[in-house]
Every structure is written in C-alpha cells, then in structure tokens.
C-alpha cells in the first residue's frame, strides 16, 4: 500500500531525475577536494544563497553544529529562541561538544526573537560573563507555525548583531520555502547574515544532505570543524548530484506544498471541535478542543488504517506537512477520511 505520509517533509523520496542523477554522478575523494559534483554542488548553494563559499555536509543538524563550532570558541555564549530546532532537538550539540553556552530568549509567536530582548541577552564585558558571539535565528519557524521571517527583520537583526560585534547565523532549514512564501528570493532573506545552513532532504527531496554558506573564509574553517565532527565522506558526489537536482528544479515548485498546506487547513478548519493555526508555508499545526467527539489517538489510529500517516503529538496536538510526494487527490483523500471519522 502507497501510505499518504504527512509526518513531515524529510520523508520525501528522492525524485526520478534524482536517482539518474545518482546514478550517473561523476565522483572523487571529497576530503581531499576531489569531487567534482560536491565542488559543483556547494558554487551552486553559494551562489543561490549569494554568498561567497559553502560547505556540503551530512544534515541540518551538523550544519548548525558545526557553524556554531566555527563561530564560537569554548565557553562562548549564543543567543537564539527558546523554541528553535538548535536549542531543543539538536540534543544540545553545541554544549556537549562545543563547550558552547545556549542563552535562550522568547521565541515570538511568528518565530521572530525581539529586538530589546536580544540587545538585554549580550553580555557587557565583565569577568562574570562568557562573551556573546553569536545571534541564530531560524527561518522557516518550524514550532512557530512555518512562519517565514522577513528580510527586513532579518537585517535588523544583523545590524543589532554587528553593532555589538556579534554575528549572526540563520538555521534556513527550509530557507526557500520562506522565500516562496515570501515571493522573494533566497538570497534577500540572508544577504545581512554571516552563515546560513539549508536542508537539502526536507521539500526539496533529496535523500542526504544539508549546505552551510558564509564567506570563504568562514567555510575554510567550517571544512575543518566539519571533518572532527567526522563529515568528512568521500565519494559523496553520488548524494550531491541529487542535491543539484534539489537545488535546479525543486525550489521553484514548493509555493504549491503551500497552496496544498492551505486546503488542508482550510478542510480541517471546518469540522468541528478542531482548531488550525496560520498557515503560511507547508506546515499545519492544529488541535482538537474540548467538544471534539474523537481524541487525538483515535484520529492518528483510524486514518493509519486507511493508509494516511498522522499521528498525534500530543494529547490534542498535530502537525500535518506537505511535499512534493503530497498531490491534491492526497488532500482530498484525508479530509474525506477525516470526515467520515467524525460523522
Ligand atoms: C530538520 C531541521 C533541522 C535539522 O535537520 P536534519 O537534517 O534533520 O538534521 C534543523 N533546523 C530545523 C528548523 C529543522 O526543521
């Protein structure tokens, strides 16, 4: 059976082109810098993040480590969002291996940190203190609703930032859903920031891989906090190729996982005893309220048996995502189950 996975984006498949691409992909030993379509793959990142260099790496999660790890020294103090990706499901990487100190501050509803609370959160020069080094943000907000951050609260951000000698790192995960959502490009949403890692294997589809752009010298770095952190891989042309192919023809389809994310929603929002949340790219977070007639078990147990993956949570909670493997007739599909659930 074909399940309709709407657990989250990283469960997409690779595309067709992907796997020719695979298939065919011209190799070399990348530690050694070898690789033709690793190199070809990291100019191509750059250049659409319209930075200088960037570094091809195994996931998100040791994209951000290992800029954290390049950015700060032991001891070093980063502000970011008590909700963000980095401070609770990267299992505190940035402590654990970098000696590195994570002070939180509220993350807003729209994902956004305020601007007083980052400039109350560094840290005057005292021996009391560790030094503040650097501001991360993230964009999309995956708690926060897949709320996009915009280039102008991005660039207040790094003015903020710079003018108190700290920089800044964007954890773009889904970087080019917020600029589809945003209708600008990629590289505006990052054009003031210092380093930027992006999710090769979520929307865009791509079996392996994330990509950190900063400048070349930043990269320089980050190759060697890499390769400790063991990402350092071979022949990985064979998973860059099919990062190219994320890069070349998937960016510019994801405004449609977002118009799908909508008519979920906008299906959810009408049976009762349901409450959906904003959507403004591919994720729809909704809850059921006290007067639903089902729970939220019984809900993830009935629509598994008719092949849709959802399942709760929490005790009320969801997060449905769509992709590129969710088409309209997968839409139509779970609300009529969910439907015939409550009838
Ligand atoms: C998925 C995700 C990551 C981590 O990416 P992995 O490739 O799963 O390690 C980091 N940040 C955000 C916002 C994410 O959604």
New binding site residues.
Partial sequence: MKYIDLR?D?VTQPTPAMRVAMANAEVGDDVYGEDPTVNHLEALAAEKLGKEAALFV???????LVALLTHCGRGDEIILGDK???FR??QGGMAALGGIVPHTIPNQPDGTLRLADIKAAVRPDDAHFPHSRLVCL?N????CNGSPLTSAYTTQVAMLAHSRGLRVHV????IFNAAAALEVDARELVKDVDSV?F?L??GLCAPV??VLCGTADFIAEARRARKVVGGGMRQAGIIAAAGIVALEEMTSRLAEDHARARRLADGLAALPGVRVAPVMTNIVYFNLTQDAKVTAAEIGTRLAARGILLPPRGVYDFRAVTHYWIDDEAIERTLTALREIYA
């Fill in positions: 989250s990283t195994v996931s998100g999660t040791m994209g951000n963000c990706h980095t499901y990267e993230e999309t907000h995956n708690v954890d773009g995960a889904r890692t999710c294997s979520k891989g994330a």
